[in-house]
């Protein structure tokens, strides 16, 4: 199983970013989906997560973002609008996956993609 993460990039504060993570390989079912990030120095941090009934958000972004899936292509997507410098960091996606002949959920990182807001 694999997470493949894209939309990373150099965005002027104020401006909107979209990522999107796809899950590829045997997977039989996918619980939660979410993005985190980590900035230099700094702890990954939950971003936010989606299941099938809920999504949250850490407070740094409420209101800024927005988080969706697609089940049938086993992805996840981030909006974030209003960037701010702070918002400059990693951004890994997470999935946690129930693999094809297996009965319980393995918890799997995408590779990273950079998030700069900077004028």
């Known amino acids: 199983v694999q997470l493949q993460a894209s939309g990373g990039g150099l965005v002027q504060p104020g401006g909107s970013l979209r990522l999107s993570c796809a899950a590829s390989?045997?997977?039989?079912?996918?619980?939660?989906m979410g993005w985190y990030r980590q900035a230099p120095g700094k702890q990954r941090e939950l971003v936010a997560t989606?299941?099938?009934?809920?999504?949250n958000y850490a407070e740094s972004v409420k209101g800024r973002s927005t988080i969706s899936r697609d089940n049938a292509k086993n992805a996840v997507y981030l909006q974030m609008n209003s960037l701010k410098p702070e918002d400059t960091a990693v951004y890994y996606c997470?999935?946690?996956?129930?693999?094809?002949?297996?009965?319980?959920?393995?918890?799997?990182w995408g590779q990273g993609t950079q998030v700069t807001v900077s004028s």
């Open positions: 997470n999935a946690k996956i129930v693999r094809i002949g297996l009965d319980y959920q393995n918890n799997y």
């Open positions: 989606i299941t099938s009934g809920n999504r």
């Open positions: 390989g045997s997977i039989f079912g996918i619980n939660a």
